[in-house]
């Protein structure tokens, strides 16, 4: 079984400069990059303040729910309207499964800001896991490509496909029924809202009793929209391993697979 991490993301602060750097310069790292020598510290200290500034960059550092920094992820705007993405998990976190679910998150937070129409990404392709991850995320392997004189698997991740439209429009169902749960419940619930908040399992601030609320209220408003109820209540549902009702996130993917299915 894969565990599941409440995930928190934030914006790269000044002060993430030399932990991006020793990630950065991980052996595992620099074997799947497509330049494998060391970094310098100086020349990744120019990188680090050129991205800061970069209106075109977006740089997140990913939080495990205790705020430990586990890995990043980068986006840079391309002048096609794409944004090539990169990720890296730091060692001590890598082989729980945490890669998806927290590639997941990053593209939906930035898709919200709709700085760019497709994700893509270009991965070696002896890179077997890292390939897997980004096909799990969503991601389509489009084939191959040429980068720095290298053979690299091209992934594309388009934000303004149907799927894409209907998870995120999923995620606003359950964002706004979290919001109305926390002002119904008022100070009995602190709550974070938002597409990382864990709604089940190991990290939730939701009982038993809130959470059903929540859910019912989700239901109700995903059948006035689509017609017939989707049913998240069941037992089968609640006591699945890879429950989709961990995060918000991954709710919202499970209700955009259900509102998508064939009828």
């Known amino acids: 079984m894969k565990t599941q991490v409440?995930?928190?993301?934030?914006?790269?602060?000044?002060?993430?400069?030399?932990?991006?750097?020793?990630?950065?310069?991980?052996?595992?790292?620099?074997a799947g990059a497509f330049s494998s020598d060391p970094i310098p510290w100086e020349r990744h200290l120019d990188w680090f303040k050129g991205k800061?500034?970069?209106?075109?960059?977006?740089?997140?550092i990913l939080m495990d729910g205790q705020g430990?920094?586990?890995?990043?992820?980068?986006?840079?705007?391309q002048p096609d309207g794409s944004a090539e993405t990169d990720i890296s998990i730091a060692r001590d976190y890598r082989g729980r499964g945490m890669g998806t679910q927290a590639l997941g998150l990053a593209c939906e937070s930035f898709r919200e800001s709709g700085k760019a129409r497709r994700i893509v990404a270009f991965i070696k392709p002896e890179n077997l896991a890292?390939?897997?991850?980004?096909?799990?995320?969503?991601?389509?392997?489009?084939?191959?490509?040429?980068?720095?004189?290298?053979?690299?698997?091209?992934?594309?991740?388009?934000?303004?496909?149907?799927?894409?439209?209907?998870?995120?429009?999923?995620?606003q169902v359950i964002l706004d029924a979290l919001r109305g749960l926390k002002d119904d419940m008022g100070q009995e619930l602190r709550i974070e809202v938002s597409p990382a908040t864990v709604l089940y399992g190991t990290g939730s601030d939701l009982d038993s009793l809130a959470l059903i609320q929540l859910l019912i209220d989700v239901e109700k408003r995903i059948s006035e929209r689509y017609g017939p109820a989707?049913?998240?209540?069941?037992?089968?549902?609640?006591?699945?391993?890879?429950?989709?009702?961990?995060?918000?996130?991954?709710?919202?993917?499970?209700l955009a697979t259900w509102v998508m299915r064939p009828t």
């Open 130 to 171: 890292s390939i897997r991850i980004f096909e799990r995320a969503g991601f389509s392997n489009r084939g191959k490509k040429w980068v720095s004189q290298q053979e690299a698997v091209f992934m594309n991740l388009d934000l303004e496909d149907q799927g894409t439209k209907v998870q995120a429009e999923m995620m």
């Open 230 to 254: 989707v049913t998240l209540t069941d037992e089968k549902v609640l006591t699945r391993e890879d429950s989709p009702l961990h995060t918000v996130s991954s709710l919202a993917q499970y």
């Open 68 to 77: 430990h920094p586990l890995g990043q992820v980068r986006f840079d705007r």
């Open 52 to 60: 800061q500034a970069d209106p075109n960059c977006t740089l997140y």
């Open 6 to 30: 409440a995930f928190k993301i934030r914006t790269a602060a000044p002060e993430d400069c030399r932990l991006l750097w020793e990630w950065a310069n991980d052996p595992a790292v620099r």
